[in-house]
């Protein structure tokens, strides 16, 4: 990649393939990827593999080492240890404009002062691809994500949500094999991230390209990924399809970051005899008229297609319960048995926070 004059950092710029779709797709392998800043392990001996058109979501919280770990299969940092590899080639020591990798960012980088046609047929011009065909490639990737009417006017008289689609029409016209995208929604409301959510996942089908896709929320990771790999400092905490994650998280760490609400933990001893936690979903936990765990009743949210209630155990342990709307709600300050069936309980090592089913 390289820096505009006006401190506006291009995304990658890449080989050039000019038919409708890329000639090849792309895997990935990382093996014992590290990288360290310092004290900071910011990617921790990190083993991956990611095969040909996947799109595979690098989640987790603020911080966990999922921009760094994108960035080093980018090649926009250099691993402290470990072999990336996209497809059977080793690029440790490949450019970033040699490895056939889009970068996307959550700040568009888009040059002001360009046309959205210019903008997107710039990392063609830089690649010396005369000028027909330049046109002809920026006015197809423009359809593509729905910016023919405006192809002539600046980044500045678009919304935010058409200045991505610039940002993502100029990385799919050099149809590389790989596209790496930093969180590249978390500027847009709630509305446009769902379309644009949508809009990626239809990309991602019509390309037939490696998507490796950044990003801290959960529900991003659930609709838009084919498998998800979730991070905690610097580590792989688990790999597998949204359903997997969601149906046996390996640790209570994911159990806990991934459903909205997330996982009941249960203390030691509570729901069960025995020196390990118990998880349960909201949706799994029940109020049960005759038996169960005592807890009282702190908050009740309706939240129209659904009530939530939030109950404690003991003085402050949290558990909430999802009810239908129309099943009478407890009120705040009632005593209540909550239950799980033994079909829906996780369990969890109370210290290390390990399932122990794996
Ligand atoms: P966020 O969602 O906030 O972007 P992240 O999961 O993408 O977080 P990274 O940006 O990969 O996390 O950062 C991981 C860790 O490495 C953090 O502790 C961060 O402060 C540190 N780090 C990242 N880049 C550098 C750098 N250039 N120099 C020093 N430390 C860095």
Known sequence: FFQAEDGIRDDLVTGVQTCALPI???SIRLTGVSKHFGEVKAVDDVSLDIADREFMILLGPSGCGKSTLLRTIAGLEDPTAGEVFIGDRLVN?????DRDVAMVFQSYALYPHKTVRAN???PLKVRGVDK???ATAAIAAAETLGLTPYLDRRPGALSGGQRQRVALARAIVRRPAVFCMDEPLSNLDAKLRAETRAEIVALHRRLDAT???VTHDQVEAMTMGTRVAVMRDGVLEQVGTPREVYDRPASVFVAQFIGTPPMNIFPAGSLESGPHVVG????HTTIDPVDGLSATVTMVEHLGHEVQVVCAIGDEHRVIVRNAPSGGAPRVGDSVRLSVSATNRHRFDATS???LDQ
């Open 120 to 122: 997107i047929e710039f």
């Open 132 to 134: 027909a065909e330049r």
């Open 24 to 26: 090849y797709v792309a």
């Open 280 to 283: 349960a979903r909201p949706e």
């Open 211 to 213: 998507f490796v896709y």
């Open 93 to 97: 020591d490949v450019l970033p404009k």
């Open 353 to 355: 926070g390990a399932r």
